[in-house]
C-alpha cells in the first residue's frame, strides 16, 4: 500500500490497497511553442481558474514539473489535451517527442478546427502521430457572459461542424467535449446524433456558480444528457477552476451529483494540472481529495473511475 505524508497535518494518508490511476487530464506546455492565451501581449488577463502568473513564464519544463509532482501517487498514465497552441500539429508533434523520451503522455487529445474545410487533411495530420487518441475543440459559449466564451463562435449551431465531426467515426476518434453548462441541452441533442462517436464531457459540465439558477441548470443539463445519450461519459475533473478554496466538503456534492447521474460505468477522473493546482494545492492532495469524495464507493467501482474507464475510453 502506497502511503505518504501530508505536510500540512502531518498525517498519513494511506492510498487504497491496489489502487491504481489514469490522469485523463493535462496540459503541457511547450518551451518553443507559443500559446496567444497564455504568454504574450494578448494573454488572458481574468481566467476563471484565478490568476496564470506561475504557469505562464517562459523556461518551465512542464513534462518534467509534472512527473517529479505525481511520483509518489498511483497514476500509472496520463492523457494531454490540447492547450489552444498556436500550430496545434507542432504542438501533438512535440508531445509525441516528450512521450518517446519520458514515457508520457500516454494517450495525446490535439486540437483540429473540425469546422475546417480541410478537416479530413487535419485530422490526418495528427493521427499520424503513435499516441493520439481523440480530438478536443473547446465550445464553450455565452451570450451573456463574453468571459465565458472560449470558442470563436457556436459552433454547435453551425452544419460545416457536424460535417466535420462527423468524420471523427471514419478515423476512429474520440472527442473531448467541453461546454458550459447552459449548453448542456443542446450539446446531449447533438452527441445523440452521433451515437458512433465516444465522447467525454470535460470538467463535468462547467458547473459555474453565477447564481442558484445556474446551479440547477447544470444539474438538469446534466440529468438531461445522461438520460438521451448512451455515448457520453463525464470527467470529474476542473472543479477547482469554479471552486478555488476546493476541499472534500464542498468537492462531494459535486462528485455524488455525477456519479448518480451518469453511474461509475461513465465516469473517470482527470486532474486538469496544472490549472486545477494554482494557488499552491500539490497533485498528490488534489488527488487526496477526489479519492475522498468517493470513498462510499467499493474498490471496485473505485477503480473504474480512476482506472478503468479512461483506459477503456482512450484504448490506453
Sequence with gaps: MISRRLASTEKIFQWPSGFKVVDSHVHFFGPQLQYPWLRGQNRVQEHIAGTLDEISEEGIDFVDKYTSQQKDTPVIKVV???????????????????????????????????????????????????????????LNWSNDHPNFRFAHRDYLKEQSFRTGFALLEKHNLTFDLQVNYSQLLEAAKFAGSFPKIKIVLDHAGFPLRINDQSYTDWQQGMKFLAKNTSNVSVKLSGLRMF?????VDSLRPYVDFVLNTFGVDRCFWGSNWPIDHLRGLSYSDLLQLYVEATKELSSVERLKVFHDNASIFYGL
Design 80 to 138: 494531454h489535451v490540447q492547450a489552444e497552441c498556436a500550430d496545434p500539429v507542432k504542438e501533438t508533434e512535440w508531445l509525441q517527442q516528450q512521450a518517446e523520451k519520458y514515457g508520457v503522455p500516454h494517450g495525446i487529445v490535439p486540437f483540429v478546427d473540425l469546422g475546417n474545410s480541410f478537416i479530413n487533411e487535419d485530422l490526418i495530420k495528427q493521427k499520424k502521430f503513435q499516441n493520439v487518441r481523440g480530438i478536443r475543440q473547446m
Design 243 to 247: 471552486d478555488h478554496n476546493l476541499n
